[in-house]
């Protein structure tokens, strides 16, 4: 391995994007048919909003390594966050065929399934991946953020807690509870979540509106 292959994946996981595509560029320069690489500067792309260089950075990732779970996955979030849900959908159907067991592109799929208006294979998704892995905390918040949306905010709320029993620096699980707390009337606990909200996330772009919430909340 590289240092650049090694240094662009640590900047990735920092959330230094931009400079991670220079890095991994280097090292696909390096190491041309190493489909981790392009992976991971797909990765940094798509954080980057750059989604068709994702996409072209994943496309030849599996022309590398066709049995590759991860760049199908990454490939159908890519697809999924410009609009582009049937690419997505026949990219995860293929990444469960290569991974049937992969709590993450369940998740995922429900996610997109969702967005489409599909609800109820949108739930047996979420639930099938918390079938496959328990203590997903993504998988948690993102079903609360269904029933949420459905009004049933004491479901919501149970989905919250378990998101940040299992992972105490998600941030969003904080905010979307502490919102579903405020619907039931539960000010205190709202306060409280909207707090570590704000603490956790100090460049959040709805800062402002937290902390008025925050602010209002205080009062009372």
Known sequence: MSFERARGGKLVYLGEYRQAVEVLTQAIELEPD???????????????????????DYDQAIELEPDNVTAYNNRGLAYASRGDYESALRDYE????LG??????????????EAQGDQDR?????????ELDPEYAAAYYTRGTYHAKRGDNERAIA??????NFNHKLVAAYYSRGVALGLQGHYEQAL???EKYLDLAP??????????????????
Do not use: W
């Not at 959040?204 to 909340?217: H, K």
């Open 100 to 113: 049937p067991r992969n709590a993450v592109i369940y998740n995922n799929r429900g996610v997109v399934y």
């Open 159 to 164: 989905d919250y807690d378990q998101a940040i």
């Open 203 to 220: 460049r959040a772009s709805n800062r402002e509106q937290v902390e008025a919430i925050v602010r209002s909340l205080r009062k009372e």
């Open 94 to 97: 293929q990444a469960m065929e």
């Open 192 to 194: 409280a979540d909207f």
């Open 34 to 56: 190493d489909a981790d690489i392009y992976i991971n500067r797909g990765a940094a792309y798509a954080a980057l909003a750059e989604y068709e260089l994702a996409i072209a």
């Open 122 to 130: 949108a739930l047996a998704d979420y639930n099938r991946a918390l």
